[in-house]
């Protein structure tokens, strides 16, 4: 079986390695929000970072809290 066609795995896709008792795991790596993760929403490029508007919106919400 090719794995890679399985995982949808292109040659030049990132992997994540790494190392689970005595498993190695391999990963495909996924761009997600650096707040909650989420890889499905539509992310923005804040500062080289993604974000999910949710996320965004609620970053908004609170520095208005704050002024």
Known sequence: MEYRSVL???ANDPLDISVD???IVI???SQG???CG???RRL???NGKAVCEMC???LNRSDKDTN
């Open 8 to 10: 949808k795995i292109s």
């Open 33 to 35: 929000c650096v707040f």
């Open 38 to 40: 989420e890889a499905s």
């Open 21 to 23: 008792g005595d498993s």
């Open 27 to 29: 990963r495909k790596v």
């Open 56 to 58: 965004l919106g609620q």
């Open 44 to 46: 923005i490029n804040l």
